[in-house]
C-alpha cells in the first residue's frame, strides 16, 4: 500500500516540476514548486529520514515560497 | 478492525491526492491551484500520521506538526499576496 502511494507522491513531484515550469501566472508556478518540496517532504519521511524531512518543510515549502512572492510584489507588481 | 480503518485511511488518501493533482493540472484559475494545494496540503499531513503509526515511530508526528504551522503560513502568505498585502 505505501508503495503505490509513493510511486503516487513521485509522480506529483514531477507534475508539479512540469507545472512550475510551463505555467503563466507567476503565482501559480510559485505555489506548484512549493507543493513539490511538500512531496519531496512526504517522501523522506517515508524514507526513514525525519529530520531531513523537516528541514524540506520548514525551508523548501515554507519559507522559499514566502520569499519568492516577496520578491514578485518587489520587484513586478503585477501578477 | 483498526486495520480495516487504516487501509480506507490509506485509500482515501491516495484519491485525495490524485483528485488534487487533477486539479491542480485543469485548474483554470489560480486560486483553483492554490486550494488545491491546500487540499494536498491537508491531505499530506494525515498520510504524515498514517505513516508514522504504520512504520510505529512516533517521532514522525513532529514531522506533521512542524508542516501543519508552516502550510499555515505558507497559504496565509499567498492569500495576502493576491489581496494586494504583502
Redesign the interface.
Same mark, same amino acid.
Given at each position: 500500500m505505501i508503495e503505490i502511494l509513493m510511486i503516487l507522491l513521485c509522480a506529483g513531484i514531477l507534475i508539479s516540476g512540469i507545472l512550475a515550469v510551463r505555467l503563466e501566472s507567476m503565482v501559480g508556478a510559485v505555489v506548484s514548486a512549493g507543493l513539490a518540496s511538500l512531496f519531496a517532504a512526504v517522501t523522506y519521511v517515508i524514507l526513514a529520514a525525519p529530520d531531513v524531512a523537516m528541514t524540506e518543510a520548514s525551508i523548501g515549502s515554507g519559507l522559499s515560497t514566502v520569499i519568492f512572492l516577496y520578491a514578485i510584489r518587489k520587484t513586478r507588481g503585477e501578477d | 478492525m483498526a486495520e480495516t480503518a487504516l487501509?480506507c485511511a +490509506?485509500v482515501l #488518501?491516495?484519491f485525495s #491526492?490524485?483528485f488534487g493533482?487533477l486539479r491542480? #493540472?485543469l485548474g483554470s484559475r489560480?486560486v483553483d491551484? %492554490?486550494i488545491a494545494?491546500d487540499l494536498?496540503?491537508v491531505v499530506?499531513i494525515a498520510?504524515?500520521a498514517l +505513516?508514522a503509526d504504520?512504520?510505529g515511530?512516533f #517521532? +514522525?508526528l513532529?514531522?506533521a506538526l512542524?508542516?501543519g504551522l508552516?502550510?499555515f503560513?505558507?497559504v496565509l502568505? %499567498?492569500a495576502r +499576496?493576491?489581496e494586494d498585502g504583502?
Amino acid at each position: 500500500m505505501i508503495e503505490i502511494l509513493m510511486i503516487l507522491l513521485c509522480a506529483g513531484i514531477l507534475i508539479s516540476g512540469i507545472l512550475a515550469v510551463r505555467l503563466e501566472s507567476m503565482v501559480g508556478a510559485v505555489v506548484s514548486a512549493g507543493l513539490a518540496s511538500l512531496f519531496a517532504a512526504v517522501t523522506y519521511v517515508i524514507l526513514a529520514a525525519p529530520d531531513v524531512a523537516m528541514t524540506e518543510a520548514s525551508i523548501g515549502s515554507g519559507l522559499s515560497t514566502v520569499i519568492f512572492l516577496y520578491a514578485i510584489r518587489k520587484t513586478r507588481g503585477e501578477d | 478492525m483498526a486495520e480495516t480503518a487504516l487501509t480506507c485511511a +490509506y485509500v482515501l #488518501i491516495f484519491f485525495s #491526492i490524485v483528485f488534487g493533482i487533477l486539479r491542480l #493540472i485543469l485548474g483554470s484559475r489560480t486560486v483553483d491551484r %492554490v486550494i488545491a494545494i491546500d487540499l494536498m496540503t491537508v491531505v499530506s499531513i494525515a498520510l504524515i500520521a498514517l +505513516y508514522a503509526d504504520h512504520a510505529g515511530r512516533f #517521532i +514522525y508526528l513532529d514531522v506533521a506538526l512542524v508542516y501543519g504551522l508552516l502550510s499555515f503560513l505558507g497559504v496565509l502568505a %499567498v492569500a495576502r +499576496y493576491l489581496e494586494d498585502g504583502l
